[in-house]
């Protein structure tokens, strides 16, 4: 009876193994799928462990298939911790404790490690028992398998146990202070709760199912009280205690272990790894539309850059200086405040765009001095940037910023965040929040802020653009400063003005990459996807790509991108446009083969394997396992801070 019922459970295991493959369509999930296979041969092991005994096969064979069995339960403990680890691989960001996962890591390295060494003393010790002798080999084997590795295993357990206690606490102090808000913040809050729940559910129920049987494998059993015993016993040598219990030990317990283990290890798996929401529904098993991954951006081998003879002091002294631009979150969040109050008294946030803000705020701000905004905050001194925002200027200013704050605080999407900054309680929340992650003094090269707009543009309105609240042109600036555009003396020998600061963003994003290999680049995308049509942000967009830099794709939300991302398909280089056509020209000219650049262009933005849009849905994807890690984060910085109420109150 008890060999039918283990049979059953083993055909359970295979069963099981075999639809969540079937349903595999996230990375994860295959990963789930090889756990569960895993499980499978670990049950046919101890099959043929029991038919090994009844059959009276020999000591050597025996001894064999039972270590085997050790082996495979402790590949199977590994194998579930790497699977957990995976599963919680985001939600180390949402609770702000990267270390966490580095020291899961280490542990399960060490596991592995004491499982190679076992293994490795375990073979000669075998070899040594089958010749009668003892030697130290089986004690250290025995003490890798039954001792150091339990004892690394029950410290992983413990933090990984520590973690789902803090993320249960987490919302259930969300969820007080949530309380008669909107329908949408409980809605998400309670769904998330309801997720960790069942993730920590799926997580105690293997793990305590794999420990139970790994304990009744490896304990020996109190002394029998009768002399008769129910099955065949094996010869085994004096000191081969594990395997001699593992002969004479009650082998129906064993099996009913083996059972438990088989069918508990299945459903834990299925409910950690989220395969029981495919129920009853045909998934199609393709990674590009979205998924766990291990990607929270496109990361890339920096490449050599192959750059451009170009000789003379003063444009490298130039260049380097406009790298030393950088403007912090706080000193962003200090000027947005100042918006609609002492400066540009007409700014409504869901009108104004960046243009209008640097007409009618950065350039009078900074007219007195005749220089960048980043120069004035920064009071002259060079502060270098741990990334650049490609932005376009006719994206809303409050979006620009939105994007920005959603990177320091590791999101995808700024929407919530956009909704936050639309008073100055939001603003104080938002402020708070990136302290509490520790990006409030994060650094970021904005062209707006960090370019001298008084050596270009401030002093004329060639297309007569108005503020659209009031209607009135924008005002031009009378400073005086010279003006430095592409062509303006003294040029390089490529014709190029030394002086201009508008002609310098690729040898700039050269030289910030290789002083700093963990640079990035946020593409900060409006609404409306214009941003990829202008002529200065896709050659931004493709030097970074060239340079093998970090780039992170940033929009409103994820419908937006779904909605418009066949937009892309058709990009050409050579219809994008510019605010004025000799940056067009001049970007132009530096593109020899334009059918070969808007073939790499398309692949950069498009491709289904490493495009910019298929990382964002795998990082988003992985952020958001069931809402979980993404709901995580707000509730800890929501309860963290004074004004984390308005968090909810805006939640979309």
Known sequence: MEFCILMACTAVAACGAMWVWCHASTPHLLQASGFLV???????????????????????????????????????????????????QSIWPALNQPRCGV??????????????????????????MQRGESGILMYIALAAFVLFIPCCFVIWMLIVFATLCRVLTIFHAAQQMAQGLSLESGKALRR??????????????SLASTCTLVTV???????????????????????????????????????????????????????LSGAHRFWGRVVENNASTGGCSCFTSVKRVRRVRPTREIVGSEWEAKTQELAGRGISVQELLLFYRRLGKDIMLSYRPNAHTTNDVVRQAIIPMTAANGSSYAQLVNRGEPKMPQKMVTHNWSNLFRDLLASVIADALEEHTFELVSALLADEVGINALEQMIQ????????YWICAFAVNQHSGICGANPRADVDPVTMLPHPVCSCGTSKFFNSTPPLNQHGESIHCEMNKFDDMMSFLACRDASFAEVVAVDASFELFSRAWCMA???????????????????DTLLRRQHTLEGLRVQDMKASRPQDVDAILAKIPNKDAFNQRLRSLICDRNVGLVTAWKHADSLQRIEQLSHVLKWARLSTSVEDGLQVWQNWV
């Open 540 to 558: 931004e967009l493709f030097e970074a790509h060239r340079l093998g830099m970090t780039q992170i794709l940033l929009v409103r939300n994820k």
């Open 217 to 271: 494998s490896i304990v020996p059993p109190h002394k029998q009280t009768t002399a008769r015993r129910s099955r065949p016993s094996v010869r085994v040598p004096q000191r081969a205690w594990f395997f001699r219990h593992s002969t004479n030990a009650n082998i129906s317990h064993m099996g009913l272990a083996q059972s438990v283990n088989l069918v508990t290890n299945t459903l834990g798996v299925i409910l």
């Open 436 to 443: 509490v992650q520790g990006n409030l003094e994060g650094v």
């Open 192 to 205: 998330s709760r309801r997720a960790a729940l069942l993730q920590g559910l799926g997580l105690v129920i």
């Open 103 to 128: 020291w899961l890591n280490r542990i399960v390295w060490a596991e592995l490690a004491l499982l190679t060494l076992g293994t490795l003393s375990l073979i000669p010790a075998l070899r040594a």
């Open 38 to 88: 895993l499980n499978w041969i670990e049950g046919l092991a101890f099959i043929s462990w029991i038919l090994a005994l009844y059959n009276h096969v020999n000591t050597t064979t025996s001894i064999l298939v039972a270590c085997l069995r050790l082996f495979l339960l402790i590949c199977e403990i590994v194998s579930l911790q790497i699977l957990i680890q995976n599963r919680l």
